[in-house]
Nanobody
Framework: VQLQASGGGVVQAGGSLKLTCAASGRSVNNYRLGWFRQVPGKEREFVIAINLSDGFTYYVDSMKGRFTISRDIAKNTVDLTMNSLQPEDTAVYFC????????????????WGQGTLVTVSS
């Protein structure tokens, strides 16, 4: 499975951005796709995830209401829509696919994209 994350950029505080993760190589429809973010020098942080089979989503409480995730099975893409962005949301955002769902949405993921940088200016 190859993952390509795109859509990062610079946005002002309070603005919105949509990231897209495109999967290729084989079908991922039975797996889970998650978004993570990482600030240099800090640990990678779970952001949100979605079961590609049924659309069930997993949120971090602090981001619920600002971040939403959606899937397009036909296009093999997952979008992360981020609203009301704040400077503390600045990070490199990664998408990843989890094939072993029993690990849970915050557990081990098997395939990772290269990351896309989101910068929120104050």
């Amino acid at each position: 499975v190859q993952l390509q994350a795109s859509g990062g950029g610079v946005v002002q505080a309070g603005g919105s951005l949509k990231l897209t993760c495109a999967a290729s190589g084989r079908s991922v429809n039975n797996y889970r796709l998650g978004w993570f973010r990482q600030v240099p020098g800090k640990e990678r942080e779970f952001v949100i995830a979605i079961n590609l089979s049924d659309g069930f989503t997993y949120y971090v409480d602090s981001m619920k209401g600002r971040f939403t995730i959606s899937r397009d099975i036909a296009k093999n893409t997952v979008d992360l829509t981020m609203n009301s962005l704040q400077p503390e949301d600045t990070a490199v955002y990664f998408c990843a696919v989890q094939t072993r769902l029993f690990f849970g949405a915050r557990g081990q993921y098997d395939y990772w994209g290269q990351g896309t940088l989101v910068t929120v200016s104050s």
